[in-house]
């Protein structure tokens, strides 16, 4: 009997850690930590990820399968703003658990494709293959309530020191607006470069927002030089131009 629960103890304590360990290779980067490495084979070639990449912006979309029809909107319109992208200093990098020869096929395909209304476009950036879902259980885009073998519409924004500064998450059934994630990748260039704050709904152009300052007189200061065209504002909620 003793040795029955011997047993049943160690073969709790033995579960017990393999699902702790699972559940922190499939954990979700938190924003601010180190986006995490990764080597594997893509229609450009070996990624080594983020090395490859070192000082530039990078963005990592995960899809769930290829020849699907919202994948392939996304991956024609992502190619159709690549030279955007590339001009914001910024590089693109799509993972899904499809095989590289499916990769290669459905690339082909899509090259061949006018969308939206445009002439064909050469796909530039890499399709990277995670058959084995290293990749994806690293950045925690395999959802089991949605599928154990294909990973949701995930997006990651990196900063040039690796660091994960945005997240998003859509389910399969929903395309991502590439616009608003070029917006975030300008409003954290922006902010980065300036220490400043977006308000909402914040584009390119428009007054950003102070930083609360750190003390009550300084914050009367703040708010009569910064406030100048909006008074009505409060000293907590400061506007600056840019430019």
């Known amino acids: ?93 799509v993972v899904s658990t ?26 530039k950036f890499p399709l990277v293959s995670d058959p084995d879902f290293q990749i994806s259980k690293k950045f925690g885009m395999i959802h089991s309530y949605t599928s154990n073998t294909k990973d949701v519409r995930g997006v990651f924004i990196i900063d040039p020191n690796d660091k994960v500064c945005a997240i998003f998450f859509y389910p399969h059934n929903i395309g991502r607006n590439m616009e608003e994630i070029k917006r975030t990748l300008i409003a954290l260039q922006t902010s980065d470069k300036y220490d400043v704050l977006t308000p909402a709904n914040w584009t390119p152009g428009c007054d950003v927002l102070v930083k609360n300052p750190v003390d009550k007189e300084k914050s009367k200061v703040q708010g009569e030089d910064m406030n100048t065209n909006k008074s009505n504002f409060p000293w907590y909620m400061s506007f600056k131009k840019l430019r």
């Open 1 to 93: 009997m003793k040795r029955i629960i011997f047993l049943l103890i160690v073969n709790i304590i033995f579960v017990g850690r393999v699902w702790s360990q699972e559940k922190e290779i499939t954990r979700i980067p938190l924003l601010g930590e180190m986006a995490p490495e990764f080597t594997a084979q893509s229609t450009s070639g070996k990624i080594h990820f983020p090395d490859d990449y070192s000082m530039k912006w990078k963005i990592l979309f995960s899809h769930p399968a290829d020849f699907t029809p919202v994948c392939s909107s996304e991956i024609l319109q992502l190619a159709s703003m690549q030279g955007e992208f590339e001009k914001l200093h910024t590089k693109i990098i």
């Open 98 to 123: 499809d095989g590289l020869n499916s990769h290669i096929a459905w690339v082909k395909s899509l090259e061949t494709i006018c969308y939206p209304g445009n002439e064909p476009v050469k796909i």
